[in-house]
């Protein structure tokens, strides 16, 4: 089958690729100007970043990997210097480029490696989770942690192309699948009905990456992203909206010592919202009920333990979306209908929190 293009305006401008067999396009894909490529990836994908690496070398380009450790022990910026260690050893310069074969956390550091690296050279992404496919490798924003929180270093900056090659996702067991359907079910909170439509007639088939279902998910998601990044790449508007569940999910990775997928800690943080867009005033018992019956389809939790509220609360404060002390969650007043709730009272935000803890 062919590949559909997705195409991303205005400031993040790139293109996405979605289909098979799309690491054929290296190194057209790189475009003109390229001598040598840093491929950053991980042990996990290692064959992959082995064989783009011989098919870029055979094509006389000067391909060096940086494996770097896996998860969320790459979003550090001791592996960021070692990548840029890489680069001022190779004497990288601005018309070189850097590819990041992995999931989200490879991509987010790739990006920010990128964006640093002589204030700026070309990236290519290729995300192999669906997660990052959907999300991560698109739109621009890179980032590592600090002991403090989440992704709280980074900047915006987009690659030119991004590749969704679904045969990637092969080697990807049912628990990824599932973590990284919680941001393509969040696309269908926000803004895409149809995506729900599809997972509540026929889950399996809709997290079956063979299957007809699965590409037209993927696919919306990913239009969502992109049209909303499209409209708001730095994040002045609109694209708070994607942030959906990760006020209080990047709470909960922070106080799981980011021993939990992304993705299983904000189906959490999305169930809580529900429920303060309810506790505010709007949004039906039955779209909160939703929620709660998309995540149990998907196998990810709908609850918190009791108790660490007040931990948790600290912990958004420092979040990048608390602003004068205020904190900002997105809420919906019904599907496809989100808004900003800031400074929200703290009883309201602990009566949710109550809501959710089991
Ligand atoms: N920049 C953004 O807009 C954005 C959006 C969403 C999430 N994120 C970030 O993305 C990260 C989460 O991404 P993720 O869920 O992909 O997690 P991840 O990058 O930690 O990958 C999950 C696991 O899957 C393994 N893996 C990757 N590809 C594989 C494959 N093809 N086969 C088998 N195993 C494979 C990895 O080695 C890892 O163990 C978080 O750090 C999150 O903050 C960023
Ligand atoms: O692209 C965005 O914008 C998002 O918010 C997407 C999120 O899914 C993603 O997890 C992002 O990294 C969170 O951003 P942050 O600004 O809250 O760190
Ligand atoms: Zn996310």
Known sequence: MSHTTITVSGAAASEILVGHGLLQQLPAALGSGVQQVLIVHTATVGKIASSVRESLAAAGYTALLAEV?????????????????????????????????????????????????????????????????VDAAIGGKTGINTAEGKNLVGCFYAAERVLCDLELLQTLSPNEIRAGFAEVAKCGFIAEPEILDLLEADVDRATDPTSAEFRRAIELAIKVKADVVSQDFKESGQREILNYGHTLGHAIEHAERYQWRHGVAIAIGMVYAAELGRLAGHLSDAVVDRHRRIFELLQLPVTYPAGRWEGLLATMQRDKKARAGMLRFIVLDDVAKPRVLAGADHSLLRFAYDEIAG
Not at 72 to 96: H, L, N, P, Y
Not at 102 to 124: E, H, I, N, S
């Open 69 to 133: 450790p896996d998860a969320e022990a790459a979003k550090r910026v001791e592996v960021a210097a070692f990548c840029w260690q890489i680069m001022g050893q190779a004497d990288f310069t601005r018309s070189d480029a850097i590819i990041g074969i992995g999931g989200g956390a490879v991509t987010d550091l790739a990006g920010f490696v990128a964006a640093t690296w002589l204030r700026g050279v070309k990236l290519l992404q290729i995300p192999t989770t669906v997660l990052a496919m």
